[in-house]
């Protein structure tokens, strides 16, 4: 059962499996975005606390050192051991990201489930990874080597505190890797809980590090430092640009980027409209809108959608928007005021440039950051609606003619991070399959993500990919090794 006010355990900084206060002494406050009140005050990291982290790191990382030569299946049975731990304290850990981000508490707990068997699945690859043998020519053995990057600053966002977490810590400790991580400002307290419980699982000190502080201070100091290796990072293009930038100019760090996005979702005249309006409700609505795959642009074929735009008024509607805290709520606030802000000024552009406001359209009451549910329809695709990632609960309904239509229009964009299509013809979904430019294509469903596959972006939607056997990759070096034979058997 969830807690309303869970404690407040943890506001330090964690490094070298230690708590302490920032080197400024400086603090600052994570709100409630459900009353907009404080919660409590956090230490803020800066550039100073980002060295003294990647000192911990290097030397937790440094040949000879106990994470270092620790079995790969007992760095497995560590990672289990902090599912575990999850599990136990899942309650508490779904009230306090339900407290600091507003999302309802049952998604609360979901989130917390997947993080878990994100950790799980990257956990039973510990001892999997290895090189290979090279029938060279000449009197040659000649093998490779896969070897861990070494010390990783990871930067999540704030919308799916517990879960990006996860992303960016299995793949990391499953080749070996050792880590600065650094939450997002608005949603540090879950982090810091996470970091109490690899200290229990037996982490050596050193191996992971937690420090909240702000994008242009703590941010910036991991995308620049020289001794960190490989920078992982989720969220805006603009701030990823920043970061590839900052990695380039220092010292060619790898990067791994999963970045925004502008999805589009088509709903194909052959399909049943009631299942197709419930799974584009899904796509846009889910987490409050603040999604990066949120299917943001929904094209819908002219034959039905009148009837299409009528049905998903309705379960916009319908939706429950209020305290996240008590059950049957759908929708809690937005995650703070800058988010509400662009939000209500992008549907002010969708009114203005001439959508059809179906319903919505407003704040949801005076206190916290809450938006009403909102559909727009008529929507044209020169409007800022149908161009800007709004990162909320707004729903953008296109009408097309043809597919071949659709996917132009689908393509018409910097953004490539998720697609999906609703049909019952098979060659419809192949079509849309092969032609649409985006690293995620779901067909009559939306969403479905999995620690087993592949997940990251084209075009300006990022580089590399988090999850799946394809994530272990962007932390690990490949080292070629040739010994010399006196004769070739």
């Given at each position: 059962m969830a807690v309303r006010n869970p404690e407040i355990k943890y506001t330090k900084l964690f490094i070298n499996n230690e708590w302490v206060n920032s080197k400024s002494g400086k603090t600052f406050p994570t709100l409630n975005p459900t009353t907009a009140e404080k919660i409590v005050d956090v230490a803020e990291a800066d550039k100073a606390?980002?060295?003294?982290?990647?000192?911990?790191?290097?030397?937790?990382?440094?040949?000879?050192?106990?994470?270092?030569?620790?079995?790969?299946?007992?760095?497995?049975?560590?990672?289990?051991?902090l599912c575990d731990l999850l599990e136990r304290d899942?309650?508490?850990?779904?009230?306090?990201?339900?407290?600091?981000?507003?999302?309802?508490?049952?998604?609360?707990?979901?989130?917390?489930?997947?993080?878990?068997?994100?950790?799980?699945?990257?956990?039973?690859?510990?001892?999997?990874?290895?090189?290979?043998?090279?029938?060279?020519?000449?009197?040659?053995?000649?093998?490779?080597?896969?070897?861990?990057?070494?010390?990783?600053?990871?930067?999540?966002?704030w919308n799916y505190p517990i879960l990006m977490a996860a992303w960016k810590l299995s793949p990391a400790l499953a080749t070996g890797c050792t880590i600065i991580l650094k939450p997002a400002e608005q949603t540090p307290l879950t982090a810091l809980y996470i970091a109490s419980l690899i200290k229990e699982a037996g982490f050596p000190a050193g191996v992971v590090n937690v420090v909240p502080g702000y994008g242009p201070t703590?941010?910036?100091?991991?995308?620049?430092?020289?001794?960190?290796?490989?920078?992982?990072?989720?969220?805006?293009?603009?701030?990823?640009?920043?970061?590839?930038?900052?990695?380039?100019?220092?010292?060619?760090?790898?990067?791994?980027?999963?970045?925004?996005?502008?999805?589009?979702?088509?709903?194909?005249?052959?399909?049943?409209?009631?299942?197709?309006?419930?799974?584009?409700?899904g796509a846009i609505f889910n987490n409050h809108?603040?999604?990066?795959?949120?299917?943001?642009?929904?094209?819908?074929?002219?034959?039905?959608?009148?009837?299409?735009?009528?049905?998903?008024?309705?379960?916009?509607?319908?939706?429950?928007?209020?305290?996240?805290?008590?059950?049957g709520t759908q929708q809690g606030p937005q995650i703070d005021q800058a988010q509400l802000n662009k939000i209500e000024d992008l549907i002010q552009s969708g009114k203005t440039e001439g959508a059809k406001l179906e319903c919505g359209g407003g704040r949801?009451?005076?206190?916290?950051?809450?938006?009403?549910?909102?559909?727009?329809?008529?929507v044209k695709d020169n409007m800022r609606i149908a161009k800007e990632e709004i990162f909320g609960p707004v729903q953008q309904i296109l009408k097309f003619d043809t597919l071949e239509e659709a996917l132009t229009r689908a393509n018409d964009t910097k953004y490539g991070l998720a697609a999906g299509i609703i049909t019952k013809d098979i060659n419809k979904a192949l079509t849309f399959i092969q032609t649409v430019q985006a690293g995620s294509v779901w067909?009559?469903?939306y969403d479905a993500v999995a620690p087993q596959a592949p997940f990251g972006g084209f075009k300006e939607s990022g580089q590399g990919r988090e999850l799946g056997e394809a994530a272990l990759k962007e932390y690990l070096e490949t080292k070629t090794v040739t010994i010399a034979l006196e004769l070739k058997v």
């Open positions: 606390d980002v060295d003294a982290a990647v000192v911990a790191a290097k030397a937790a990382f440094k040949p000879g050192s106990l994470w270092r030569t620790v079995d790969a299946s007992a760095r497995g049975r560590l990672m289990l051991k899942r309650v508490h850990l779904a009230s306090l990201e339900t407290l600091d981000n507003g999302k309802p508490y049952g998604d609360s707990h979901f989130d917390i489930g997947c993080a878990i068997d994100t950790i799980r699945y990257f956990a039973g690859w510990c001892d999997k990874i290895h090189g290979d043998t090279i029938p060279v020519d000449g009197n040659f053995l000649t093998f490779t080597r896969k070897e861990p990057i070494g010390v990783v600053g990871s930067i999540i966002p703590a941010g910036a100091a991991i995308s620049e430092h020289p001794n960190i290796d490989k920078v992982a990072f989720t969220g805006s293009t603009e701030v990823g640009k920043i970061i590839f930038g900052a990695a380039a100019k220092s010292n060619l760090k790898r990067v791994t980027l999963e970045l925004g996005g502008k999805s589009p979702i088509i709903i194909c005249e052959d399909a049943d409209v009631d299942e197709a309006a419930n799974i584009a409700h809108g603040q999604n990066c795959v949120a299917g943001s642009r929904t094209f819908v074929q002219a034959k039905i959608y009148d009837e299409f735009v009528k049905k998903a008024t309705t379960l916009a509607n319908d939706r429950k928007v209020g305290d996240p805290f008590v059950d949801h009451g005076q206190k916290g950051y809450f938006v009403q549910p909102t559909v727009f329809s008529n067909v009559n469903c």
